[in-house]
Structure formats: structure tokens, C-alpha cells
């Protein structure tokens, strides 16, 4: 069952691309890319070796790319390359099972295919004749098709350690109104706590710091296109606090908890949340945000009041950019 879910999931997401190549020809190439992703990953149970996956990802991915460019620029081959790298390390995952549990390396493996997703989004951007911030279509794929990514990886994760029901019922059941309230206090502070990082930043260290948020930097989230501001709103509120607490919190910061001392699996696993967001500009108030999230996440033994914050914390973010800036 699992092998024909994930054929029909590559050829939908190619038929989604093919239908809006008309209005935005760079959503084909990336929903190629991110669809690339998904197959191998499901896939991954139908393949004997990672090799299968490797070579099919290459041959598959050139055939597309030479079609839509009628060349092989830089750019495409460096994104067949990092996608085979993604199929592979799926493709492994899904076939290896490690009934164990979690181990401390199932985080980083977890963090290391979220940068290369991250990597193939980016890339599949090159090509297009305007910004992200002014591409409305690619600009919300982006941010609705990454949380989707992460779901992907956390299944594929969580799988691979036999502990997807235990990792669920463990961090999700019994949630109380005093882990909401945690949550929203944590939010608030958070977002002080950012504020204040950004500031020693750009004061103290002279660094012009580049914001991440979609309705600072994209002209086309205006009131015209109230759909696309509500879409990527949500991705970024409730979608995306979801996935990377779960990804950075329960999986990465977890794993690393069963390992090493608390203080060195904290900092670890802030730096790789910092780092995951490819902006060397906010990496050290990233890193901050990791560390606090770490702790009240260990402290409450639940994802429940972590997610909450991060969630409050991107929810005062983007209200700030809306009818502040």
C-alpha cells in the first residue's frame, strides 16, 4: 500500500506543476524537486538498495531538468546532485529499521535533510526573472510546501526508530491549560528576548540583519491578495511552529538528551535549530530562541507548551510586520 501512495503522490505533485507551469513556470521545476523528495522517502520500502534510489533520482532528474532548460545549467546539476543525496539517505531510512528507540544521531539525520530540502527550495528559485518576495505563486509553495517537507522527515525519522506512536502519545496527550498559558507567557518573552538580540546586533556589532518574515520582505502580501496572505499566515503560525518543534525539540534535542549532558545537547541542538534557517545574520538570536524552547520544553516533558511559543512568538512576528512596519 505504502508503494502505490507514494507513486501516485510523485505523479500528483508532477501534475500540479505541469498545470501551474502555465501561469509560473518556476512551480514546475520546484514541485519537481520537492516531489523528488517525497517519492524516495516513500518509496524508500520498494527499493533493496540506496544505490536504486541514488541512480533513478540522477537519470530522472536530468531527463526533467534538460527538458524544461534544453540545457544543463550549474544550478540544475548542483540540484539533482543534492536531491540524490535526499533520496538516498530516505531510501536508507525507510529500509533500516532501528527498533531501539531514538539515538542521538537520528537527529542530526533528521536536521541534515531538512537543510538539503531547504537547499533544493532555494535553488529551484534561481531561475525565476523576480525575487521571492515579489514571486507571490513560488513564495506561498514555499511556505506551505516546507512544513509538508518536515512532516515527511519527522514520519521518516520517527518510523525508522519504531517510536512514532510512543513519540506522539509522549509529547502530545495530556496537554493542560496551564501548557497553553506556558506557552503564550514563553511567546511574548521570546519575541522581547529577539528583539533585544537584533538590536545588539545591528548596534554593537554592526549587523545588517535580514529578516525571514514573509510579510516584511514580500510585496505581493497586500491586501490584494488577502488568499495568499492568509495561506502563508497560517504555514508560518501554526504549520511551521508544528513540524520544527516536533523536528528540533522531540526528535533533534531528544535525541541528543539520550547521549550527551544536558548542557551540551542543549547548545547542539539550538545551533543546528539557528543554523537550519540558512541566515548567518540571525543565527546567534536563532540559537537564543533554541536554548529557551530546549528548556521549557524539557521542563514540561511535552511539545505541547514549546510549540505554543513558537507558535506566539511567529504569530506577534507577523502582526508586528503587518500594522507596525
Known amino acids: ?87 538516498t539517505i530516505s531510501c536508507r531510512l525507510a529500509r533500516i529499521r532501528h527498533p531501539a528507540g531514538l539515538r542521538w544521531y537520528d537527529g542530526i539525520w533528521a536536521a541534515v535533510l531538512f537543510v538539503l530540502a531547504s537547499i533544493v527550495v532555494s535553488i529551484t528559485q534561481i531561475g525565476t526573472k523576480q525575487p521571492l518576495g515579489q514571486n507571490l505563486p513560488v513564495l506561498v509553495s514555499v511556505y506551505l510546501l516546507t512544513p509538508a517537507i518536515e512532516v515527511g522527515i519527522i514520519y521518516l525519522v520517527l518510523r525508522h526508530s ?48 535580514q529578516s525571514n518574515n ?22 508560518v503560525v501554526v504549520a511551521a511552529p508544528i513540524t520544527e518543534e516536533a523536528l528540533f ?20 541542538a539550538a545551533f543546528l535549530f539557528g543554523a537550519a534557517h540558512m541566515d548567518l545574520t540571525l543565527l546567534i538570536p536563532l540559537t537564543l530562541a533554541g536554548l529557551v524552547l530546549n528548556a521549557v520544553y524539557r521542563r514540561n516533558q511535552s511539545l505541547v507548551p514549546s510549540t505554543v511559543a513558537h507558535a506566539t512568538f511567529n504569530g506577534l512576528s507577523v502582526i508586528l510586520a503587518v500594522f507596525v512596519h
Open 214 to 235: 514573509p510579510f516584511l520582505y514580500a510585496r505581493g502580501l497586500n491586501p490584494h491578495t488577502v488568499l495568499a496572505a492568509i495561506l502563508v499566515g497560517l504555514a
Open 249 to 268: 525539540r522531540g526528535i533533534l534535542f531528544g535525541g541528543f538528551l539520550t547521549r550527551v549532558p544536558y548542557p551540551v545537547a542543549t547548545l547542539g
Open 1 to 87: 500500500m505504502r508503494r502505490y501512495f507514494g507513486m501516485v503522490s510523485v505523479v500528483v505533485a508532477l501534475a500540479a506543476g505541469s498545470v501551474l507551469s502555465s501561469h509560473n513556470p518556476a512551480l514546475w521545476l520546484l514541485l519537481a524537486g520537492l516531489a523528488w523528495i517525497f517519492a524516495f522517502g516513500l518509496w524508500g520500502a520498494i527499493w533493496q538498495k540506496s544505490v536504486w534510489a541514488l541512480v533513478t533520482t540522477v537519470v530522472l532528474g536530468t531527463a526533467a531538468l534538460y527538458l524544461w532548460h534544453r540545457t544543463l545549467p550549474m544550478t540544475a546539476g548542483v540540484l539533482v546532485a543534492v536531491t540524490a543525496v535526499i533520496a
Open 162 to 209: 519504531h517510536i512514532l506512536k510512543e513519540f506522539l502519545r509522549r509529547n502530545y496527550r495530556g496537554a493542560s491549560r496551564t501548557h497553553v498559558v506556558t506557552g503564550i507567557a514563553v511567546g511574548i518573552g521570546l519575541t522581547a528576548l529577539m528583539g533585544i538580540a537584533v538590536s545588539v546586533e545591528q548596534k554593537v556589532a554592526h549587523i545588517r540583519v
